[in-house]
């Protein structure tokens, strides 16, 4: 099986023989490229039926007289083929749904961050002003509530956020990004490795950014990249924030003094972790974005910052 590279669009898998009818048929551009299976990358379409067919003739033979069943000549508008047509770049994987989902999401998430910032501010505030051990207790009731809901809403959050990743890694692959690190399996598992989750999830979201602009030079692209920097700041700021916040109050002695300093290590994890809601949403935007615009055909110069 051929996959070709023709009209700035990739086609394929076609059987040899069907590929070689198009070439015959001069359906095949100068600039057609062509990969199969065993190859280490795309070679010119020349390469492998050698020199094209000579051009058909400037004008077409005169007609003849009649038909050899002796009746008058009439052509055969059945067995003429259609002009091919220029090819369109087609999703391989459905981003564009999945994306607004995970965006939809992590906007929920942020304005839950949000309000859980503001309630710890407000536990506080309000601990400071009659400090009791009953006022702690019927704040962290409160908190508790809001943390399960938090629980539920980042799994499916999570769930649809993976789901984006291996759906844009698979199609930046296909329309010809080479040589990026891992696979868009891959992409996924290293968020579930230790300490490896601590970089190269990052490496391949931003390898993921630089493809979706431009997957045939996808090295050389830049722009963008500063968002998946801030996101992954705060993203590992919230968690080691959120691990000191947890550790902290499983090992606190029950006074209003611990509790205070609880509640200022969890207005710094909730501001954090908003920080890392708002820059994913941005990252997912973007890559999102980019992905429709090179499907849509629109070159990287044109992408508005």
């Not at 590279?5 to 590929?19: A, C, H, L, M, T």
């Not at 290293?190 to 950014?209: D, G």
């Not at 993203?235 to 916040?245: K, P």
Request: net charge neutral; glycine share 8%; charged share 15%.
């Amino acid at each position: 099986m051929i996959y070709l590279i023709r009209n700035e669009g990739q086609e394929g898998p076609y059987p040899k023989e069907v590929v070689r009818g198009m070439y015959d048929r001069g359906q095949m551009p100068s600039g057609t490229l062509y990969w199969q299976q065993g190859m280490a990358d795309w070679a010119p379409i020349a390469e492998l039926f050698g020199a094209p067919p000579p051009p058909p003739a400037a004008t077409p033979p005169p007609l003849p007289e009649e038909a050899p069943n002796g009746q008058p000549w009439q052509p055969n508008y059945a067995q003429l083929e259609p002009a091919p047509t220029r090819a369109r770049r087609k999703w391989f994987k459905d981003v564009p749904s999945i994306g607004k989902a995970t965006v939809i999401m992590l906007s929920i998430l942020l304005g839950l961050d949000i309000l859980d910032t503001l309630l710890q501010i407000f536990g506080w505030a309000r601990l400071t002003n009659s400090p009791s051990l009953a006022t702690a207790h019927a704040q962290s009731g409160v908190e508790l509530s809001l943390g399960l809901i938090y629980l539920l809403l980042f799994l499916v959050t999570a769930v649809c956020f993976l789901t984006w990743v291996y759906r844009a890694h698979s199609n930046v692959r296909e329309w010809g990004a080479r040589d990026m690190s891992g696979s868009p399996s891959m992409s996924v598992v290293w968020f579930f490795i230790p300490l490896a989750n601590l970089y190269f999830p990052y490496k391949h979201t931003r390898e993921l950014c630089q493809a979706s602009r431009n997957p045939r030079d996808w090295r050389n692209q830049t722009a963008h990249l500063n968002r998946v920097g801030l996101w992954w700041a705060a993203w590992i700021g919230a968690g080691v924030i959120g691990q000191i916040t947890t550790q902290y109050a499983l090992g606190m002695d029950e006074t209003v003094e611990n509790y205070l300093r609880l509640y200022q290590l969890g207005v710094a994890a909730q501001a954090i972790s908003a920080f890392s809601a708002f820059f994913a949403i941005r990252v997912v935007s973007t890559i999102t974005r980019l992905q429709q615009e090179w499907v849509d055909g629109a070159t990287a110069e044109n992408t508005v910052e």
